[in-house]
């Protein structure tokens, strides 16, 4: 199973990334009052899943 990343078109990301940023301001302020991501959390899933 290659995951469904790779069949996500780009035009869809950058719709809601824009949709976040318009909303939010940024995908971090998205991240904290959206989600309820604390900045720790954040920490945490960075360190995790980005190379």
């Given at each position: 199973?290659?995951g469904?990343?790779?069949?996500v078109?780009?035009a869809f990301?950058?719709?809601?990334?824009?949709?976040i940023?318009e909303?939010?301001?940024?995908?971090?302020?998205?991240?904290?009052?959206?989600?309820?991501?604390?900045?720790?959390?954040?920490?945490?899933?960075?360190?995790?899943?980005?190379?």
């Open positions: 199973m290659q469904i990343l790779p069949t078109k780009a990301i950058e719709a809601a990334l824009d949709a940023d909303v939010y301001g940024s995908l971090d302020q998205y991240l904290h009052d959206g989600l309820g991501i604390t900045a720790d959390e954040i920490t945490r899933l960075q360190s995790k899943y980005l190379v």
